[in-house]
């Protein structure tokens, strides 16, 4: 079963508090751009914070049957970037997060805070 942009990035947001990110948020990309229909942005407060979330993500998406396409920052771990094609992820430290701004930069985005 494939999961819809929807879906995938809903079970982003819930691996990434699984690990507790912080400040969790699905931008809706759709209409702003081509080559994604959702980021979903958080931040943690360590490197090994920010792996433990980038592990959590890929293998929840792994057991749903959605592999990634690419990864970015791993060894550095200030800014990982996963990309499961319709749905991007963006995991940062908290101060790489306000530099990069991306919140504001795709400030049209329709933004849902993820609680869970």
Not at 16 to 22: E, N, P, T, V, Y
Request: aromatic share 10%; charged share 30%; hydrophobic share 40%.
């Amino acid at each position: 079963m494939t999961l819809t942009a929807e879906e995938k990035s809903k079970l982003i947001a819930k691996a990434a508090s699984d690990k507790k990110a912080l400040d969790i948020v699905i931008m809706n990309m759709h209409d702003l751009t081509t080559t994604t229909d959702y980021f979903v942005v958080c931040s943690a407060t360590s490197s090994t914070q920010i792996r433990a979330i980038a592990d959590n993500i890929e293998e929840e998406m792994s057991n749903a049957g959605e592999e990634f396409l690419h990864k970015e920052g791993y060894r550095n771990a200030e800014w990982i970037l996963l990309d499961f094609g319709n749905c991007i992820v963006h995991v940062f430290t908290e101060e790489a997060r306000r530099f990069y701004g991306l919140e504001s930069l795709w400030g049209e985005a329709p933004i849902e805070h993820y609680e869970d």
